[in-house]
């Protein structure tokens, strides 16, 4: 075997092996690190609300110049509510209902303020929220006030103000970290109460309270005064029925729906991240081209000496064994390399993706590597099958 070698490599060009190493490195790269990035972003858009069931629908009016100049309001009438009420995909139907007086809230964590703002405050009937009854209640003896933020709200405090002054990011397992109060003025009143963080919900864009504590608070705070709903929320049995789409369109309403813009991304996501892999996967083949040149040149230049080994007694097997270990290390330190390089990189961007979305399930690098094998298996095999049928052809040329 080292007699055969120091035969062959007498004519190896290094630069067109270099040329192979890194044309193969880029393409496999591009290859693993769109397939790793769809593995790792996915779960954002898949992942469901961990307080609102994927089957409720949050339902509101259409908003323009015609509602001022028809005079249409947008809220809901009873007569429209039990409109809804009646349809055949209709299973439930709560509004949501507003506080009547002026709350203000004083957010801070760690002793750090971060937030002073006049708030408002909703909820929906107990039915329609996931979470356990012990932890969605209120007594006013103990002033204290679960509440539902916006993940908005923690997304933003996460990516700009907690960098900027080096404080501790906040998870769904650290919301005791938060230190919410409200402070409550209406009908010659004036309390503060302790809210209780509870959790962060991706689909709703408003602080969300027990209707308990909303019904109670109203009374007290501003009796005699009660406002239409302008949001409706709905259980339905299929979120995808299109008689859902068809009658709200009918009715000039607007679906808050999330989940399908969710579906929106992750389509242009696919079809993105498709092209840069069919790119890539276009330049590993480009190199393999390249390879497949060089072993050619590298055979015909040492044409007479193959034709001489096969002579005395080598099997083709033994005289293409040199070329082949060649091409397999190659493609291994490619794909060594590639892996080294796409772990720093998903560090760096899953630094982002961590700090923007907090509970995102921890994702490893064994789909990308487990591709990267099954590439590198395809084109050593490949290699190997390309080469010994070369060297067959010239045994039996000379036969």
Known sequence: MKLVWKLLRQHISIPQFVGFFFANL???????????????VMPVFTAEDSFMKSDFIIVNKQIGASN???GRTNTFDGAEISDISAQKFTQAVGSFTSNEYRADASMGINGVNILNSEIFLESVPDNF????KDNWK????????????????????????????????????????IDFKIFIQGNGHHDEFKGKVIGFSS?????????SFIDWSNNYYSPGKKSDPTRLIMKVGNPADEQIAK??????????????????????????????????????????YILMLSIYLLVQKNSS???????IGYSPGNVARPYQMLTAGLNFAVFILACVILFFVRNYYMGIIETLFTDLDETTMLPAITLGIILF?????LNFTVIRRRIVKIWKHKE
């Open 138 to 177: 209120f007594n006013e003896s103990d002033k204290v006030v679960p509440i539902l933020l916006p993940r908005s709200y923690i997304t933003m405090y996460n990516f700009g103000f907690a960098q900027s002054h080096s404080l501790p990011k906040i998870s769904d397992g650290l919301v005791g970290m």
């Open 129 to 132: 929220v996931e979470v356990s």
């Open 68 to 70: 001022a100049i028809s």
């Open 305 to 311: 000496k193959l034709e001489n080994l096969l002579l």
């Open 203 to 211: 689909r709703l864009n408003t602080i969300l309270v027990p209707q």
């Open 247 to 288: 009658y709200v369109e009918k009715k000039g309403y607007d679906i808050e729906d999330d989940k399908l813009n969710a579906e929106k991304t992750t389509y242009f996501l696919k079809m993105i991240i498709s092209m840069v892999m069919i790119v890539g996967l276009f330049i590993s083949i480009l190199s393999f």
């Open 26 to 40: 880029f393409g496999m790269l591009i290859v693993l690190l769109g397939y790793q990035f769809y593995c790792d």
């Open 377 to 381: 298996l395809l084109v050593t095999i």
